[in-house]
């Protein structure tokens, strides 16, 4: 018995075997802990003193438009300097941010503008952060084992939805915003100690006088001219753009449904949280490839459908259900596909790729939030998550006659030999 318990463990969480993965992680787990709670805090902080939701989709908005600008440039530099470097830099950035953002909030000084500008700061530098982090897990883990170490990515990235809000809970209950700022800020103190204890140094194939412009045109040409890479990029976007934005609506859903939109967003956001955790975990010990691909469509149809439970949802127990579903069918769809973009580009140009994809899922929730937030606002949250539900879950069905994207659902991965390099 305790042989098959250790032999589970093992294979569900294999890449943390290896050391400087485990500070990858741990550092993940921090700052985004740090982030969604702060998602959750900032848009609370906003809405108690405006009482909208549109001025909710702003601060949330601000703080995700900076993917859609700056991954390629963090890309850029994950492949022209050293990525654990680039990496600790950016994690300075982000509690430097939280610093300022707390002694605000504890001082009396907080106003809506200084969230919103902050939340910008806090969206650059985590760019930067994602980028690195997708660019330097291949070189810290070998290739049989990246869709693990990518789950287990998101274990940390989507699970942090559960720990992150769950963890400012108590300090909004007992306490008021100003304590969860201070809660966020250790956080991101946890995850600036684990990324300096990496030893891993790596770059890509840029060199000194290597022109920003050239180098990622070439790696958006690479990235358009493979039908697999395009084919990915197209449905992720689609995905995070119709089934991932819905955080910027949380505070009116929780008013509308629960009744309550202060500590009950938190709730809603752990929901996700956990259902992620499941999610990501059960598809950590996946090693056949044509199981990854029908997951993957599995998961798509999933992600859109379990919106319609959120949707029409009239009580807390049906809310979180809806949440959990969502949260879990989207972080397994999100490990999955990027850890099929990992294993398509090369290591040379890894960063700049993963920029351009982080452009895809960044930046198309930012825009999307924005939206769905005002939308909220004039047609009613239920309303806009059925849309976007039914409308995804359409897709899904229409993509199985698309050649390759087909052919990935039933796992033909072909990997060049540049990318196999």
Known sequence: M????????QRYSIALQYRDFRWIWLGSVGGQSAYWALIVARGIFVYDE??????????????MAPRFLLP????YLADRFDRRTV???????QLSHAVVLTALALA???????????????????AFQMTATQTLIPNVVPREHWLNAMAMNQVSQQGSRLFG?????PALLLFDVSIAFLVSTSFYLIGIAAILSIRTRSTGELTSGSRIGASLWAAMRYAWLDPQLRALFILLALHCSMTMSFESMLPVLARDVLGEANVSVSYLMMGVGAGALVGVI??????????RGMLLLITGAVSGVSMLLLAVSGNTTLALLGTAAMGGSQAAFMAIG?????SLAPDGMRGRISGLNQINIGGTMAVMNLVNGFAADRFGAPNVLLVLGLGFTAFVAVSLAQGTLRGIYRGSIAVSARAAA
């Open 108 to 126: 009396g000084l907080l106003e809506v503008w200084h969230v919103v500008l902050l939340a910008f700061l806090n969206g650059s530098f985590r």
């Open 165 to 169: 809000p769950g963890l400012i809970a």
């Open 72 to 75: 390629p440039l963090a890309g």
């Open 87 to 93: 990496l600790a830099t950016a994690y300075s950035f």
């Open 2 to 9: 305790q042989a098959t318990v250790k032999s589970v463990l």
């Open 50 to 63: 405006t009482g909208l939701s549109g001025p909710v989709a702003i601060t949330t908005f601000v703080a």
């Open 282 to 291: 059960g598809i950590a010990g996946l090693r056949s490839a044509a199981g």
């Open 338 to 342: 990027g850890a099929m973009v990992q």
